[in-house]
């Protein structure tokens, strides 16, 4: 990171600097809140977590050669530098804020309900064709992870592709506070959050808080196949760019032929030329991942030949549409988290494969009160889509498998002999659901549920754990 001194950061996060004043001019080497990931230089940000208080490791941290910590409290005379600030996890961000606009790059800030994630590994990619990127890695889209990953932005570094997570009013504010975004996209307002957010008008609400603290001069782009997107008018006086498949986008997508579980073709349409790019990570969405890729290239001064390229250059990420081949089965990893829109779009993926299909679906935290008929949608869907096996674990995906079984009008419980029914469906489109508490029931009775040559789904909210499916799936010979 660019250097700041002891007495820039007191000031920056309001906070009073105590020890030798001699090493007050002394400047960190890097910030964090991992005792695990501090070394010689760092600034130690000592955080309250559920499990471990900061706190207590200040000492540690220092013997592992950090130069200062901050503190919430009063740690008396001690042989090191520390400053003392009224809240740490304010200070992180306070001190994140002040580090960006010392900063001169640009910042591309992705939100939205669905596809946060897959939209900025394309955006870096096709950025990456030409400038030196810094992306959000892993889910450090929050409050504590954007602070951390401003923070790893080096003066080489030219452009930070920041994802921004939130799941209540007032958090996109605290975030483009930090990120001060030049572009701003947003992928779509779908039902996510619902607890805090209530609806689809909520979460723009919410979402939208992005445009408060964007550069006056920067650009909006917007998913224009999304309605409640397409008729926001910003309050910043700025005209969106509108990427999408309907007429009125000025980056759009023709002749999009899909190639099953082995991606998608597709022309792109930019206001001034056209380019065919082939898209390796199956799913519609990675199109629309695309065509925002293509816009916030051209806004960046990216030829057409860069573009594909870093459309083309994409690689899936565990756990995010990560397709694996194994000997036994081909196994769709979605299991990084989940909402009812990206239920939906995972289980478009897997009706591609020409072979059995099989979804493993889980629970979907924070969905709010209608939490029951949402599980119940995705459930009817899978039925109307014909997946052969549909396994839902979990308390509350037991409306996914009521929801399936209220679409195929019977009950399609296990009947106790789990290989005769599996084995029926492979000749015909009707679907098997069955329905378990745990991942370790499941477990049980896969070998009996799954054969050989089965596409495979994994999904469900990131609390589910459903890696541990994955590998279960990949060790199976």
């Known amino acids: 990171m660019k250097h700041m001194t002891l007495t820039e950061i007191a000031g920056a996060c309001r906070g009073t600097y105590r020890g030798d004043g001699r090493l007050a001019g002394e400047e960190v080497s890097s910030v964090t809140i991992d005792s695990r990931k501090v070394r010689k230089g760092s600034l130690f940000i000592a955080i309250k977590g559920a499990r471990v208080d900061g706190h207590d490791l200040i000492p540690q941290t220092i013997e592992a050669g950090a130069l200062c910590a901050l503190s919430e409290m009063d740690l008396g005379e001690v042989p090191f530098p520390y400053i003392r600030v009224d809240s740490c996890r304010q200070a992180l961000k306070d001190l994140a804020e002040h580090y960006r606009r010392s900063l001169n790059i640009k910042v591309v800030g992705i939100s939205g309900s669905v596809g946060k994630t897959s939209t900025k590994e394309m955006i870096a ?9 810094l992306k959000t890695e892993g889910n450090f889209n929050n409050e504590v992870g954007l602070p951390l990953t401003v923070f790893n932005l080096r003066e080489e570094h030219e452009i930070a592709v920041l994802e921004m997570g939130i799941s209540d009013f007032g958090e996109m504010t605290r975030l483009a506070r930090i990120a001060r975004p030049d572009i701003c996209v947003i992928t779509n307002i779908g039902c996510a959050h619902l607890e805090q957010l209530k ?26 196949d999304d309605d409640k997107l397409s008729a926001f008018i910003p309050e910043n006086g700025l005209r969106p760019v509108y990427f999408g498949l309907g007429g009125h986008c000025s980056f759009r997508a023709e002749h999009v032929e899909d190639q099953g579980l082995r991606g998608t073709d597709a022309e792109f349409i930019t206001p001034d030329s056209r380019f065919f790019a082939h898209i390796s990570i199956p799913g519609r969405h990675m199109v629309h991942n695309a065509m925002a890729g293509t816009a916030v290239g051209r806004i960046l001064g990216l030829t057409d030949a860069q573009i594909q390229a870093g459309i083309e250059a994409l690689v899936p990420l565990a756990g995010r549409n990560h397709l694996i081949e194994t000997e036994k089965f081909t196994i769709i990893d979605d299991c990084y988290n989940a909402n009812p829109a990206s239920m939906k779009a995972s289980l478009d993926v897997l009706v591609k494969a020409d072979t059995r299909t099989a979804a493993i679906l889980g629970d979907m935290g924070e969905l709010g009160e209608n939490w029951k008929a949402l599980h119940q949608e995705v459930g009817c869907y899978a039925a109307e889509l014909g997946i052969h096996i549909l396994v839902c ?22 009947s106790g002999n789990l290989a005769a029914e599996a084995a029926a469906v492979s000749e015909s489109r009707s679907t098997v659901v069955c329905h378990y508490r745990t991942k370790a029931e499941f477990l049980e009775d896969a070998g009996t549920l799954l054969k050989t040559g089965d596409s495979i789904l994994v999904k469900a909210s990131h609390m589910m754990e459903f890696p541990e499916i994955v590998e279960f799936l990949e060790k199976d010979r």
């Open 125 to 133: 990619s096709v950025l990456s064709q030409k400038y030196c990127v």
């Open 199 to 224: 609806d689809r008008d909520g979460i723009l609400r919410a979402k939208t808080e992005m445009l408060s603290f964007m550069n006056p001069e920067g650009h909006i782009v917007f998913n224009g």
């Open 393 to 414: 674990i979990g308390e509350m995906a037991e409306e996914i498998a009521r929801g399936a079984r209220a679409a195929l009008n019977a009950q399609a419980a296990p």
